[in-house]
């Protein structure tokens, strides 16, 4: 009998998934990869299936496909895997009948429904992706204790607090205390934040991540989503669960007990920690890293966030209080505006204008039922902000307009 761990990743060619794959070579023959996901970055996938040669991968398109069997045709690589593609493709990786364990670390939505799936299937899901607990925590969480499914996070800040929490009771918790880099405009003032660049955003002072959570973190709706993915892994509410802006991340988060005792787990800042820390939990293995040198430490510093310049948090929190599918409209409307201002047609400052707009309009008067629901709210809402954005763009023109015929 084989006693390795099967192991799907969805999302194997981004940040998360190759720190993942070293992970993997770092732990010897303790875990074995049975399924790979990846978006379109076909070379980067068949070099990952050429050494690691799971049995299935799942692409983004059939074009997606077709360039993959190229690339791997080209590595001569002898035993090709099955290709899925799509939804479809993804649900079939994350729910694999050799994989006890699930990382989910695509980005936005589109890893709902595959991460759903592997908590019904009573999978261990080591999650990276925050929005998918924002957009259905009530879901996913049900989903994971019906099957007895472990949800274990990956985001650094709930791995730390996973880590304070092990040997605590929930009734002797007071809060918990997420840290916040503060991002790249944490002292540009008002006037400078209208003006960012892409660039600028794209500038994450502590973290080296993809481009969706880079320009969260710039606008801090990072820290949002994870006051909401906090609330979900740990059953803290809205109130019980604060933010701190702590430039160096070295403290990577902290909970604070009834007597007023903390407890803080600190650092580098590399995401293989919390990687290795939810694939092998409860264990705890050695790592390659060289560990935090606290003499080469000179300050950390500590400081309340500024809802005012990052008005991103304020939403998040209103969308947590409101309960029900607000979160989802939160969310949806975020990942649109996001790319509106990757592709440069939106400011940073209006990211939190476009939310606000969405999440004034959204219905929030039906519970959260079940996952057609939470998809056709997802899809109102996506609508919802494109026409936000298209009010935010018209409003430009028309102030630009006598500049431009003169
Ligand atoms: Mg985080």
Redesign the pocket.
């Known amino acids: 009998m084989n006693k390795q761990t099967g192991l799907a990743i969805l999302g194997s060619t981004g940040s998360i998934g190759c720190n993942t794959l070293r992970v993997l070579e770092a732990l010897g023959d303790t875990f074995r990869v049975v399924a790979l996901s990846a978006g379109r970055n076909m070379e980067k996938l068949s070099a990952q299936i050429e050494r690691h040669r799971p049995e299935f991968v799942s692409v983004e398109t059939e074009e997606c496909a077709g360039l993959l069997r190229e690339e791997l045709r080209r590595r001569a690589v002898a035993v090709a895997p099955r290709i899925g593609t799509g939804e479809a493709g993804l649900v079939e990786a994350a729910t694999h009948g050799q994989a006890a364990c699930v990382v989910s670390a695509t980005v936005g939505a589109v890893g709902l429904v595959p991460t759903l799936r592997a908590l019904e299937a009573g999978k261990r899901v080591a999650l990276a992706n925050k929005e998918t607990l924002v957009m259905a925590g009530e879901l996913m969480t049900r989903a994971a204790s019906a099957s007895g499914a472990e949800l274990l996070p990956i985001?650094?800040?709930h791995n730390a607090l996973h880590q304070c929490l092990r040997g605590e009771r929930r009734a002797e918790v007071r809060r918990l205390i997420l840290t916040a880099s503060g991002g790249p405009f944490r002292t540009c003032s008002s006037a400078e934040m209208e003006a960012a660049t892409v660039a600028e955003a794209m500038r994450h002072p502590t973290w080296d991540m993809g481009a969706k959570i880079t320009i969260d973190s710039a606008t801090l709706m990072?820290k949002g989503l994870?006051v909401i993915e906090a609330h979900w892994l740990f059953g803290f509410d809205a109130d019980e669960i604060d933010i701190i802006v702590h430039p160096e991340s070295v403290v990577h988060s902290l909970v604070e007990l009834i007597d007023g005792s903390m407890l803080a787990q600190l650092g580098v800042t590399d995401m293989r920690h919390a990687i290795q820390y939810a694939l092998t939990y409860p264990e705890r293995r050695p790592t390659r890293l060289a560990p935090l040198d606290l003499t080469k430490l000179s300050t950390l510093s500590f400081a309340a966030p500024d809802a005012e310049r990052f008005p991103c948090l304020t939403h998040a929190y209103r969308a947590l209080r409101a309960g029900g599918t607000m979160p989802t409209a939160l969310n949806a409307a975020n990942e649109i505006a996001v790319q509106s201002f990757l592709g440069g047609k939106l400011k940073l400052t209006d990211i939190p204008r476009v939310i606000e707009q969405v999440i004034d309009q959204h219905d929030n008067s039906s519970p959260l039922r079940d996952l057609n629901q939470v998809l056709a709210i997802d899809r109102e809402a996506r609508a919802q902000a494109v026409e936000a954005i298209a009010g935010i763009q018209n409003s430009i023109c028309k102030t630009q307009s006598p500049i431009m015929v003169s």
């Open positions: 985001d650094s800040e990072n994870e």
